[in-house]
């Protein structure tokens, strides 16, 4: 028992415990962020659509942009629900809504893990007055046994209960829809009040 407390056992501990920290520093390059700062995000994290909302308000950092596929500068986006949303730099995220200062001219689409952005969309609403029908490109798969949908774009959306399969003639089940209209003949319209696919239409 004596020996647990002699100087030199903690001594030789201490420089064990200082040269393990050293190998764990030479080899790992990312994990102190000597890269170009914090950890990188794969720009492939899944494009799975869990909040959808009309954003009334977008504030952005000067010179904020999104360059490869990555936001430079940091953003805040205001929801119509109340929501303050943060959008840190380096972000997976695509910008497809023509003018980000006009309120609710945009709709924000992102993967969210907490209350953290792991990949966003800020798209155009369907008219210069906001409705709550969302159309997006073509479903062409599903997913969970029907619960979730694949776009033409890869991105992943949640599927009502009976999604409503619009068209001049009788389209069989959703799965066949999918074949026989996807994917450029048909569109896809997302409720903006349920955050599903209610509603497929064939548009050829």
């Known amino acids: ?30 994990c102190f962020g000597r890269n170009g700062g914090s950890v990188a995000i794969s720009v492939d994290v899944e494009k799975n659509i869990e909040t959808v909302a009309i954003a009334s308000s977008f504030t952005q950092s000067e010179g904020w ?6 936001t430079v500068g940091e ?3 205001l929801l119509d629900d109340a929501r303050q949303v943060f ?16 309120g609710s001219s ?3 689409l992102a993967n969210m893990f ?31 046994s029907g619960s979730r949908g694949v776009l033409e774009n890869e991105w992943i959306v949640r599927l009502a209960n009976g999604v409503k399969r619009t068209c001049g ?3 069989g089940t959703l799965r066949e829809f999918i074949n026989n209209y996807s994917p450029d003949k048909s569109v896809t319209r997302l409720n903006l009040i349920t955050d599903e696919v209610d509603e497929v239409l064939c548009t050829g």
């Not at 959008?87 to 006009?102: K, M, Q, R, Y």
């Open 106 to 108: 945009c709709v924000f």
């Open 169 to 171: 003639e009788d389209t």
């Open 65 to 70: 942009r999104i360059d490869n596929g990555r």
């Open 75 to 77: 953003a805040s986006v």
């Open 114 to 144: 907490g209350d953290s952005v792991m990949w966003f969309a800020l798209v155009d609403t369907n008219s210069s007055k906001p409705t709550r029908v969302l159309e997006l490109p073509s479903l062409v798969d599903m997913l969970d």
């Open 1 to 30: 028992m004596r020996q647990l407390f002699n100087v030199r056992l903690w001594v030789a501990i201490g420089v064990l415990s200082i040269a393990a920290l050293l190998i764990v520093f030479v080899a790992c390059d990312d």
């Open 87 to 102: 959008i840190a730099a380096d972000t997976p995220g695509e910008n497809l809504c023509a003018d980000l200062t006009v």
